[in-house]
């Protein structure tokens, strides 16, 4: 392990991250209410602390990709770390333990949140909250490539390990544009919700915060209702739209610029998503129409939304679904775990992962028939590689491993099995509300530290794909690389 470049980098994260808080504080002038001095404060000590980081250390270009998984989980863990000095420093979240939850929330754009009153919170305090799932969103490291060109080709180790999904691909032949074309993506996306929200007659400030939380998939609300709180149709159709546009592969959107239409319509993983929606959509209205709704318009609009929601672990709500019957909450369940597609912002196990399981099965079938038939997973045009295929089956068993575990370590606290493996999916697939004791009319601030902590963990581990965190406790990461004296 190469320590110096690890704490180089990362050092320069933090710098990222000290200037990204600049926008905060703009907010907090420009309202003049009580969090300015805690946004000059957590700037300073953040851009002091990443200074030195990053002058401290000496540098070897190209990075390893045990360096690449050290940086992103470490980057990950301080950034969320210095992250929540504005809640301290503010007393907005008086607890640190609570505001380290609220931070990591935040960047891995879960969306769980132990705010049971947001709606007090300052102005500055509630931008940072929502701005950290849009930096989250697409990769903070992703965004450092994108800025410092002083990590030269090596940067595409911390590329692979911290984008989401099995394999990740460049779209351009450098992983720095192949950044910049993802950040011109998702920057567009978010402009034109803004606007279309403000056109619904959303103060622009509202929208902001409403659509870094969409384009980011995470979910904090800025009402303690939610999207609720905004009783306009049109409102909650953008905002459940945008969140599924936010699940989409954001490469298929470059493909689509570039007139590539074909290639997008015959996108299995696409095609999957958008079927699982629709299914789900409908199921849902249906059940909730007889049972509770009596006008299947208003039952379609709650059923798509709260569906688009979860399936993209954005986690905004506009009623409360743990209320509704049996079936439907069943369904959301079970969408906690399929989460959006390779590529995009969104958690959980992956469309991707789920088709080439589903194939798998299917050959399975295939081969009772005929034993010694050779029969290729492919999708698309493309023939799935054998170690890919392991790769998803042991991503997926260890998925559901931590699933049981964390279940069973949740329910110590004498919650009911349902609130205990809702909860653990809602964190683990990066969602937010869950059923039950965190149910969407709830907060995770009834939880003990202990399970706090133990939650903020499994936010780390569903936004970084399991193996990044729990690769870092191989002894064989940490033995050290001693560089040449000249370097």
Not at 434 to 457: I, M, N, V
């Amino acid at each position: 392990m190469n320590y110096g470049v690890v704490i180089k980098i990362v050092g320069y994260l933090l710098l990222v991250e000290s200037a990204l808080m600049i926008p905060a504080l703009l907010v907090a002038l420009y309202y003049n209410q009580s969090d300015i001095m805690a946004f000059i404060v957590s700037i300073l000590i953040t851009g002091i602390i990443g200074f030195i980081m990053s002058r401290s250390f000496q540098y070897k270009k190209g990075i390893k990709v045990k360096e690449g998984l050290a940086i992103v989980a470490f980057g990950w863990i301080l950034v969320s770390f210095f992250g929540s000095l504005p809640f301290i420093i503010s007393n907005s979240v008086p607890s640190w333990i609570d505001a380290f939850f609220e931070t990591v929330s935040g960047f891995t754009t879960t969306g769980a949140t132990i705010i049971d009153n947001v709606e007090i919170l300052p102005k500055g305090i509630l931008f940072w909250r929502s701005f950290t799932h849009w930096i989250g969103g697409m990769g903070i490291l992703v965004f450092t490539i994108a800025l410092l060109p002083i990590l030269g080709v090596g940067g595409f180790q911390i590329f692979k390990v911290e984008s989401p999904g099995p394999s990740p691909d460049r779209i351009a032949p450098k992983v720095r544009d192949t950044a910049k074309i993802l950040y011109i993506t998702y920057t567009v996306m978010t402009i034109v919700q803004i606007i279309l929200l403000v056109l619904g007659r959303m103060s622009l400030y509202d929208a902001a915060l409403h659509t870094f939380g969409t384009v980011g998939t995470g979910g904090f609300g800025i009402k303690n209702t939610s999207v609720g709180a905004y009783n306009s149709t049109y409102i909650h159709l953008v905002i459940g739209i945008f969140m599924a546009l936010s699940g989409v592969n954001f490469a298929l959107y470059y493909s689509l610029f570039r007139g590539k239409l074909k290639e997008v319509i015959r996108d299995e993983e696409l095609r999957l998503y958008l079927g699982i929606i629709i299914s789900a959509v409908i199921l849902i209205a249906l059940n909730i129409n007889k049972t509770m709704y009596n006008n299947f318009g208003i039952s379609l609009r709650d059923s798509f939304f709260q569906v688009s929601s979860i399936i993209t672990t954005t986690g905004y709500t506009t009623v409360d679904f743990d209320q509704w019957p049996t079936f439907s909450r069943i369904i959301l369940f079970l969408l906690m775990f399929i989460g959006g597609c390779a590529g995009s912002t969104a958690g959980g196990i992956k469309n991707i992962r789920i088709l080439v399981l589903l194939k798998l099965v299917r050959r399975e079938f295939s081969k009772i028939f005929h034993p010694r038939a050779i029969i290729p997973i492919k999708v698309g045009d493309k023939i799935v590689p054998n170690e890919t295929v392991a790769s998803i089956n042991s991503f997926f068993m260890l998925y559901i491993i931590i699933f049981v575990l964390g279940t069973m370590l949740i329910s110590l606290e004498g919650i009911d099995i349902e609130s205990s493996a809702s909860t653990v999916a809602a964190t683990l697939g990066n969602i937010g509300p869950a059923l039950g004791f965190a149910g969407p009319s709830k907060t995770y601030s009834q939880f003990s530290y202990a399970s706090k902590l133990l939650l903020s963990l499994f936010m780390l581990l569903g936004r970084l794909e399991l193996f990044t965190i729990i690769a870092l406790f191989s002894p064989s990461i940490w033995k050290k690389e001693f560089l040449p004296k000249n370097m």
